[in-house]
């Protein structure tokens, strides 16, 4: 019995948006990675994706030639129409805000930087960050009259727990300020685009989980900063919790007689392996040291005392990662920061700490390893939070509505966005 045509159209439509869905999600790939994403048989994909490329909703951007192994027809790889969208990522670090511009085929159209003092309060630090992107603007020619959406991510627990505000007070009179004081609205109104808000490093977890060829669902990922934070995702979602503290490994406990903390408690994690922290134990020890330069230099000569802190502090880090892999099970576990990248000894003793401490089987360990993404990689989350928010189907008419044949595009995306060459 031949299907109806009305029933037909929708189960073609459905096929659509789980193509470009996968396509927003996951930028350029061939024919045969969709088809194993979204469940479809090649000859149905095909029929989808050659309609899909005469509306103009996707394009050809290559070959997987140069990642191909043998001597097989190298594949084409399909993306989202560049000009269709574009993405901002932004990430309020605690003394730099960072921003990311991305097209709809996941290709960075701009990126920079504007660093500030910890203590500039969140006004002046939202201004900085808009002004960096009307230099970005002016830098790159990205005009953003394609923006879909727009991901922001600020230091500490965010959002506020439910039916309550801030900032508010620690029991030692300590006051938290971790949301933005109003960063989503100025955005918002600035590039009338929607914009999500999360901790920055949280986003960053999500960026590690799923970049790179061996993408996981479960991922422990702390950063060590002028802070530390943490993130976990866990079943290939992002963790927040009941008040948004879900991962903030950085304020556990490790010496209660320990140095005070900024959140008003003494002796966290944060306080023994944030980078501060590690300067100043190398001081402490005879070792004075400026900045992760200096640091560097004194890795680079094998200097007992650097050593010494760091191992030490990466040891209690890797305590309470293993505590937090006990509980989750993670495949992988991260650690970012520009600090892990200049003395990997940091990643080698996370790894020994848990070997020593998890359960004696290969399947129990997870795989310890730095951050493949440098300090933008609480913007690449945010960007990757935004992919995952914003359907393109509905921009593109159907096949019998184009007009001019193959490549003509609706005329609400016309025009819309100034691709950098």
């Known amino acids: 019995m031949q299907m109806p045509s009305g029933v037909h159209a929708l189960v073609r439509r459905t096929h659509e948006e789980r193509v470009l869905r996968a396509l927003q999600e996951n930028g350029a790939m061939s024919r045969g990675e969709i088809a194993r994403i979204v469940g479809l048989s090649r000859t149905t994909l095909s029929e989808i994706t050659a309609s899909l490329l005469q509306r103009g909703a996707i394009v050809i951007v290559d070959t997987d030639a140069s990642r191909r192994e043998g001597s097989g027809r190298p594949a084409e790889r399909l993306a989202l129409d560049p000009a269709s969208a574009q993405f901002m990522g932004v990430d309020f670090g605690h003394r730099r805000v960072h921003v990311v511009v991305a097209d709809a085929s996941h290709e960075i159209m701009a990126s920079g930087a504007t660093r500030y ?112 934070g943490g993130g976990l995702v866990v079943g290939g979602q992002l963790v927040t919790g009941s008040s948004g503290l879900a991962g903030e490994l950085g304020h556990v406990t490790v010496d209660p007689a320990g140095r005070p903390c900024r959140c008003g408690k003494r002796g966290c994690l944060e306080t023994v392996a944030s980078v501060p922290a590690i300067l100043a134990a190398c001081w402490e020890f005879g070792l004075p040291l400026e900045n992760l330069r200096d640091l560097a230099d004194a ?53 020994a700490t848990l070997g020593a401490d998890l359960f004696p089987t290969a399947s129990a360990a997870p795989v310890v390893e730095a951050a493949r993404l440098s300090d933008d990689d609480g913007a690449i989350g945010a960007l990757a939070a935004v992919f995952h928010n914003s359907p393109l189907l509905a921009r593109y008419p159907e096949t019998a509505d184009v007009k001019g044949g193959a490549g003509a595009r609706d005329s609400t995306t016309e025009g819309a966005a100034h691709v950098r060459p």
């Not at 989503?184 to 901790?199: C, G, H």
Request: glycine fraction near 10%; hydrophobic fraction near 45%; proline fraction near 8%.
């Open 117 to 228: 003092d910890d203590t500039t309060p969140w006004q002046e630090r939202t201004a900085l960050a808009l002004a960096l992107v009307e230099r970005l603007t002016a830098e790159a020619g990205v005009h953003y009259g394609a923006l879909q959406g727009i991901g922001i991510g600020v230091p500490g627990p965010y959002p506020a727990p439910e039916g309550r505000s801030w900032p508010r007070a620690t029991p030692s009179g300590t006051v938290l300020r971790p949301a933005p004081e109003g960063v989503d609205v100025a955005f918002a109104e600035r590039f009338d685009a929607p914009v999500i808000v999360d901790n920055n490093t949280r986003l960053a977890a999500l960026a590690e989980a799923i970049s790179g060829t061996d993408s996981v669902a479960d991922l422990v990922y702390v950063r060590l900063s002028d802070g530390v």
């Open 299 to 351: 890795v680079a000569r094998a200097h007992p005392v650097a050593d010494r802190v760091l191992r030490e502090a990466a040891g209690v880090l890797g305590r309470v990662v293993g505590a937090a892999t006990m509980t989750l099970n993670p495949a992988k576990v991260v650690i970012g920061g520009e600090i892990t990248q200049l003395a990997p000894v940091i990643v080698d003793q996370v790894a």
